[in-house]
């Protein structure tokens, strides 16, 4: 039974599943994944569908290692208690979290932080990677209510996962802030769907040779059935 439902699960291969938590003031979560070099949705990408209250999915293309990887992500915009209350549902089978926050608001900061936390609550057992990208405006006139520290010594105490990482993403390099973080977001993404790939395929011949097997084994009764049946002719 089990292998029958992993047969399943397999046969209906889905895009990995990325939850976007936190929040930027003045723009949308999705700028850090527009704004990478390699990705293919400039130009042509389309709002997300809403799958769900307060979750909006997108579903963005990127060149990788000579190969188109496609990822789903799910763009936490809950601001209702009542929405809140149903996030946990939508946190089953996720191959990375990434928190997004600005370093230059302090609510953005905590925002992104409760989200994090809640999702550690629901999902003790997590020990995939979460990336941290703080937005951080290159000139000095504007004031920074979260200090690089303040950040840094949110993530070496609070997210003791050793594949967490931080990534301060300024204004003016965006593109070259963000390429070490792609990089490593995408080798693992692009390992996690080759290694899904190969289980489909020896899922595949599992069962192909279980159907073998079964045809033999059928063929071999009715084989058995016909001499049986002959003897007792001959026996008459």
């Known amino acids: ?6 047969l399943s699960n397999l046969d209906c291969p889905k895009n990995p599943k990325i ?38 999915l997108n579903t963005i293309p990127y060149r990788h290692r000579n190969r188109h990887v496609f990822v789903d992500i799910w763009n936490f915009v809950i601001n209702f208690e009542r929405y809140d209350r149903l996030a946990p549902i939508y ?7 990434v928190g997004v926050c600005s370093l230059h608001s302090a ?28 937005y951080a405006k290159t000139s000095k006139i504007y004031h920074r209510e979260v200090s690089e520290e303040n950040l840094a010594e949110y993530v070496a105490k609070s997210l003791p996962n050793n594949q967490t990482r931080s990534y301060i993403v300024h204004s003016s390099s965006a593109a070259k802030d963000l390429k070490p973080f792609f990089q490593l977001f995408l080798n693992r993404i692009t390992k996690s769907v080759e290694n899904r790939e190969q289980q489909r395929r020896q899922m595949k011949r599992l069962r192909t040779k279980q159907t073998l097997k079964r045809l033999l084994s059928f063929g071999i009764r ?10 007792f002719h001959c026996i008459g």
């Not at 527009?34 to 979750?55: K, T």
């Open 1 to 6: 039974m089990a292998i029958l439902k992993k």
């Open 19 to 56: 939850l976007l938590l936190g929040s930027l003031p003045d723009s949308s979560k999705l700028y850090f994944f527009f704004n990478y070099e390699h990705c293919r949705a400039i130009g042509r990408h389309r709002v997300g569908q809403q799958p769900a209250m307060g979750v909006q």
């Open 91 to 97: 946190w089953n089978n996720t191959e990375a979290v």
């Open 107 to 134: 609510g953005s900061f905590l925002k992104m932080k409760y989200w994090i936390e809640k999702f550690w609550v629901n999902n003790p057992q997590y020990d995939k990677p979460i990336y941290i990208l703080a």
């Open 222 to 231: 009715k084989q058995r059935q016909l001499i049986t049946d002959e003897d």
